[in-house]
């Protein structure tokens, strides 16, 4: 049996053609109006050097991917929300996390406009700022093999730890960044700051906490000198920033997360020119938890500008300020509205801090962080 055909009720005087275009195009509104097309959205970067960059993104597609896929100079380096390296502001637009991931930035944060792009998507054209300038995210991940000088136990749960890079390697970082030691026989990685420089290179310093049972601690506890380790990086967008370098500096350090302001304490005392004011509050549980002490008194005597707090949460001497090293910031330390600020440590002190720091006037695009989590 033939299929009936559909009753267009077509007149006499009426073009087939006519109607069958018009029912077509009808059908095509319908279709359109209740499935909408999905177009990407166009994300603008703005670097701290003035570059702007623009892409487009798709609807719920992770920001950095897009990024990454059109060459854009951006920091990453886990991809999962959990480090900050894709730190970035949003000043115009809607965005937020997809769907099924995670971020490790603070409701507070948020409520700021930070959005971390490796688990961020765009739900309209946006535009972010970075702290950075185009030619920081430019700089290539490297791989390294390095030779183990020394072990060196400087307080009751801390080594400083000595490599040199083997011939024919080379390594170069900024400050504050941080690399990724293959931990030997595990398959494992665990991120450490260098509290040396560029320019002590080939040899690099990495002050490491030791934890129970952890397998850098249990490899560094079993291991001699003279053991080749894997190392990559730079990673992290937590560095010295060049274009402050004459403002006033606050630190703040807490255990291991000394190593990075170190390195960005040598890299002012080594650059040209007028030192400028710096205070350094760095402080541990108790005093046996205490190290690099004498690292730090010498650096005083370099740097008549450095002024420094140890402090300690609990059995203070005379010596010690008794708390944490956001307790002994005081007005007088925000004498200059271009102060900057360094902090890194666990992120309960970060966040006192960072609130401290602006309750006292400190800017908070000037205030750079880096938390440290201890890894087992």
Same mark, same amino acid.
């Given at each position: 049996?033939?299929?009936?055909?559909?009753?267009?009720?077509i007149?006499?005087?009426?073009?087939? +053609?006519?109607?069958?275009?018009?029912? +077509?195009?009808?059908i095509?509104?319908?279709?359109?109006?209740?499935?909408p097309?999905?177009?990407?959205?166009?994300?603008?970067?703005?670097?701290?050097?003035?570059i702007?960059?623009?892409?487009?993104?798709?609807?719920?597609?992770?920001?950095?991917?897009?990024?990454?896929?059109?060459?854009?100079?951006?920091?990453?380096?886990?991809?999962?929300?959990?480090?900050?390296?894709?730190? *970035?502001?949003?000043?115009?637009?809607?965005?937020?996390?997809?769907?099924?991931?995670?971020?490790?930035?603070?409701?507070? /944060? *948020?409520?700021?406009?930070?959005?971390?792009?490796?688990?961020?998507?765009?739900?309209?054209?946006?535009?972010?700022?970075?702290a950075?300038?185009?030619?920081v995210?430019?700089?290539?991940?490297? &791989?390294?093999?390095?030779?183990?000088?020394?072990?060196e136990?400087?307080?009751?749960?801390?080594v400083?730890l000595?490599?040199?890079?083997?011939?024919g390697?080379?390594?170069?970082?900024r400050?504050?960044?941080?690399?990724?030691?293959?931990?030997?026989?595990?398959?494992?990685?665990?991120?450490?700051?260098?509290?040396?420089?560029?320019?002590?290179?080939?040899?690099?310093?990495?002050?490491?906490?030791?934890?129970?049972?952890?397998?850098?601690?249990?490899?560094?506890?079993?291991?001699?000198?003279?053991?080749?380790?894997?190392?990559?990086?730079?990673y992290?967008?937590f560095?010295?920033?060049?274009?402050?370098?004459?403002?006033? +500096?606050?630190?703040?350090?807490?255990?291991?997360?000394?190593?990075?302001?170190?390195?960005?304490i040598?890299?002012?005392?080594?650059?040209?020119?007028?030192?400028?004011?710096?205070?350094?509050?760095?402080?541990?549980?108790i005093?046996?938890?205490?190290?690099?002490?004498?690292?730090? &008194?010498?650096?005083e005597?370099?740097l008549?500008?450095? /002024?420094?707090?140890i402090?300690?949460?609990?059995?203070a001497?005379?010596?010690?300020?008794?708390?944490?090293?956001?307790?002994?910031?005081?007005?007088?330390?925000?004498?200059?509205?271009?102060?900057?600020?360094?902090?890194?440590?666990?992120?309960?002190?970060?966040?006192a801090?960072?609130?401290?720091?602006?309750?006292?006037?400190?800017?908070? &695009?000037?205030?750079?962080?880096?938390?440290?989590?201890?890894?087992?």
């Amino acid at each position: 049996m033939d299929e009936q055909a559909p009753n267009l009720n077509i007149d006499s005087d009426t073009d087939y +053609h006519d109607v069958a275009v018009n029912t +077509h195009d009808e059908i095509s509104t319908q279709l359109s109006s209740s499935h909408p097309v999905v177009t990407d959205y166009q994300i603008t970067l703005n670097f701290s050097d003035g570059i702007t960059k623009q892409f487009s993104v798709a609807p719920n597609t992770s920001i950095l991917d897009a990024a990454l896929e059109n060459d854009v100079p951006v920091l990453y380096q886990c991809r999962s929300g959990s480090c900050s390296s894709c730190l *970035c502001t949003i000043n115009d637009g809607d965005a937020n996390t997809l769907d099924g991931e995670s971020s490790t930035l603070l409701p507070s /944060e *948020c409520s700021l406009g930070q959005r971390l792009m490796c688990v961020s998507q765009a739900n309209s054209d946006c535009s972010f700022d970075l702290a950075y300038s185009s030619d920081v995210g430019a700089a290539s991940v490297q &791989e390294a093999k390095v030779f183990i000088d020394s072990i060196e136990r400087i307080a009751a749960d801390t080594v400083r730890l000595t490599v040199e890079l083997a011939d024919g390697y080379h390594m170069s970082f900024r400050p504050g960044q941080f690399m990724q030691i293959n931990v030997p026989g595990v398959g494992l990685v665990r991120s450490y700051s260098p509290s040396s420089t560029d320019q002590d290179l080939p040899k690099m310093e990495f002050l490491v906490r030791l934890i129970p049972g952890g397998v850098m601690s249990t490899y560094l506890a079993e291991q001699a000198a003279d053991q080749v380790l894997t190392l990559t990086g730079p990673y992290g967008a937590f560095f010295f920033r060049e274009e402050h370098k004459r403002a006033p +500096h606050i630190f703040i350090a807490g255990g291991t997360g000394l190593a990075p302001i170190l390195s960005i304490i040598d890299t002012l005392r080594q650059s040209s020119g007028i030192k400028p004011k710096m205070l350094l509050n760095f402080g541990c549980a108790i005093p046996d938890a205490l190290f690099c002490l004498g690292d730090i &008194e010498l650096r005083e005597q370099w740097l008549p500008k450095l /002024e420094t707090r140890i402090c300690v949460d609990r059995e203070a001497t005379e010596a010690h300020h008794l708390g944490n090293p956001v307790s002994p910031l005081q007005a007088d330390d925000v004498a200059d509205p271009n102060t900057v600020a360094y902090l890194c440590g666990p992120q309960p002190m970060i966040n006192a801090a960072t609130a401290r720091l602006v309750e006292l006037g400190v800017k908070a &695009e000037n205030i750079f962080a880096e938390h440290f989590v201890a890894s087992h």
